[in-house]
């Protein structure tokens, strides 16, 4: 795809090197966050050794315009242009040596909503995904493409409370990646605001020590 604005944001790489790096993770952060954003409230609390933090930018820190519920056609074709961002990374770090089974997504609200996407559209066995306040993209109605995630590992959570992330999709998301395959652990935190918990800090970091 031509064009694509996301492409030629600068990467950002914290941790161990991902060439001798145990796992590789792949961080994408929230509408109006960078990759510091993702450092500072990601990065630097998943202190997990032998990990490759590989944090990605979205071009004026949003990676598609409007709500993630909205009509496709809203979101485009900055959408397409993420699923092509996150495909390139992750294909170059496959081309590069890594086992997709070493890779892991994490993402925060529009980040999250954004692994989620990427994980319907292109399914396969990666070493496990946080999904942290987001679900799968799309109005209501939408049906999403088919594909097996062959015992992915997700954790997905959400606030019960969060006005951005409605928990009925984050519900239906839970349902829709367990039916491709994945082993989901699902997590609504009882009043907890559009942040995120040291414990899904915790759990992020036990999901990425059982890869690689």
């Known amino acids: 795809m031509t064009g694509n604005v996301h492409l030629v944001q600068p990467l950002r790489h914290d941790g161990e090197p991902v060439q001798s790096a145990r796992r590789v993770a792949v961080v994408m952060h929230g509408r109006g966050q960078t990759k510091m954003w993702s450092r500072q409230n990601l990065v630097e609390r998943l202190t997990v050794p032998g990990t490759a933090f590989v944090s990605p930018t979205a071009a004026n820190d949003s990676w598609y315009p409007d709500g993630f519920m909205a009509e ?3 979101n485009e ?23 997709r089974a070493e890779i892991v997504l994490i993402g925060f609200s529009q980040g999250a909503c ?25 109005p209501d ?10 015992g992915t590992p997700v954790f997905l959570s ?3 409370i969060d006005e951005w992330v409605p928990q009925g999709r984050v519900d239906q998301t839970a349902v829709e990646l367990e039916r491709r395959g994945a082993v989901v652990t699902y997590e609504v935190y009882r009043g907890r605001e559009h942040m995120v918990s040291d414990d899904e800090i915790e759990r992020v970091g036990k999901l990425l020590e059982s890869v690689g």
Request: hydrophobic share 40%.
């Open 72 to 74: 496709r056609a809203a």
């Open 77 to 99: 074709p900055w959408l397409s242009w993420t699923m092509e961002r996150l495909d390139t990374l992750v294909e170059g770090l496959i081309a590069g040596g890594r086992a």
């Open 141 to 150: 109605g939408t049906e999403w493409p088919e594909g097996s995630l062959r």
């Open 158 to 160: 959400t606030g019960d």
């Open 114 to 138: 954004s692994v989620a996407q990427y994980l319907v559209t292109h399914p396969g066995r990666y070493g496990g995904a946080a999904i942290l306040t987001g679900a799968l993209i799309g």
